[in-house]
């Protein structure tokens, strides 16, 4: 009854609306049950009603965590702990496609679900975790994929049959983006799905079982993909688009990477694996790009870090396309993303 005055209340304001933008507030969501944060704060996402057939669904980012030394809230941890004030988890505080006032933003008139993040798990983990450390063990409630659910819930009551849906993620939830398209795109058979991860491409790695078995993803993968034979031993990141592609081929994949991405070679060296970003990358998305039946790639210099919280989706340019036009063509119906990529002459290598 709570949703579907919810439901209700939504699609009035929506109506009312004579243009869909700034005056679409967003509501603050707060869910108990099985969800929650790494520090056993509540965990909280966010819903703004505006046009109702057009939806985005964004995984924020903020690390990840797999040991006492990264995990530790109390030390200095690599990763979102809580949901709260100052957690980088409020779409009010970020620009890019969360700027509501500017109109050059693709999604300024879409409704949207900001899925939070604050579990260290790529918004995929399903385990309590204890690990060891100098002072006694930190133990870590990785409860990503329940508190993604709990988003995804909220956002099948509020937007019933959207025509478009964007999945999107930033770092972490670039991740889990392939993932949650797919389970979208399973809820919603008739809409048009795409993807646009921005800031994951490039983790060039062998299968990070300690990843998988410390946050219990694959058990906890969602049943709409086929995971007969796959375990944590096999599972690469860049696999998490196979199993969704294969499970939904109609999606549309898109990436969006800086050649020296400061963020994830950090990562990549803290997960053993020191690297610059981009061979690895561009290995990654030449695989890609062979394996999926639809993918648009766009690969910009410098070392920044996602694009779609920051005002870089605006100031950036690339080959002469601007992220900005870039992204509009990736949610067009009518038209297909190019495929951009920074030059060797030094244009991979500036700010």
Excluded: K
């Excluded at 790494?38 to 819903?47: E, I, L, M, N």
Aim: some cysteine; overall charge negative.
């Amino acid at each position: 009854r709570r949703r579907l005055a919810r439901l209700l209340a939504g699609f009035a304001l929506g109506a009312s609306a004579a243009a869909f933008g700034a005056g679409n507030p967003w509501q603050t969501i707060e869910r108990a049950g099985e969800t929650g944060c790494a520090d056993g704060s509540p965990y909280r996402f966010h819903v703004r009603v505006a046009d109702p057939s057009r939806l985005l669904v964004f995984f924020n980012g903020g690390g990840a965590c797999w040991n006492a030394a990264t995990c530790d809230p109390a030390g200095r941890p690599t990763y979102r702990v809580h949901t709260g004030e100052g957690s980088g988890n409020d779409p009010r505080e970020y620009g890019g496609a969360f700027d509501l006032d500017n109109p050059e933003n693709p999604f300024r008139e879409w409704s949207q679900v900001f899925v939070s993040y604050c579990s260290g798990d790529v918004h995929l983990g399903d385990a309590t975790a204890r690990y060891p450390g100098p002072d006694g063990d930190v133990v870590i409630r990785h409860a990503g994929r329940a508190n993604a659910e709990a988003a995804l819930a909220e956002a099948y009551a509020f937007f019933p049959e959207p025509a478009e849906v964007v999945v999107a993620g930033g770092s972490a939830g670039a991740l889990a983006s392939p993932v949650y398209a797919a389970v979208l795109a399973e809820h919603y058979p008739e809409a048009r799905i795409t993807q646009l991860g921005g800031g994951g491409a490039g983790y060039r790695l062998p299968p990070p079982t300690v990843l998988w078995e410390s946050w219990g993803v694959i058990p906890a993968l969602p049943a709409v993909l086929d995971t007969a034979g796959v375990s944590s031993d096999s599972l690469r990141i860049t696999d998490l688009h196979r199993l969704a592609a294969a499970a939904a081929p109609g999606i549309r994949f898109h990436s969006y990477d800086n050649a020296y991405d400061a963020v994830q070679e950090q990562f990549l060296a803290l997960l053993g694996h020191p690297a610059e970003l981009l061979p690895g990358l561009d290995a990654n998305l030449d695989d890609l790009h062979a394996d999926l039946p639809y993918l648009r790639s766009y690969v910009a210099g410098g070392e920044f870090h996602t694009l779609l919280r920051y005002d870089e989706l605006y100031t950036r340019r690339t080959a002469g396309v601007r992220a900005v036009d870039w992204v509009a063509s990736v949610i067009d119906p009518a038209r297909d993303a190019a495929n951009v990529h920074c030059s060797c002459d030094g244009e991979c290598r500036g700010p």
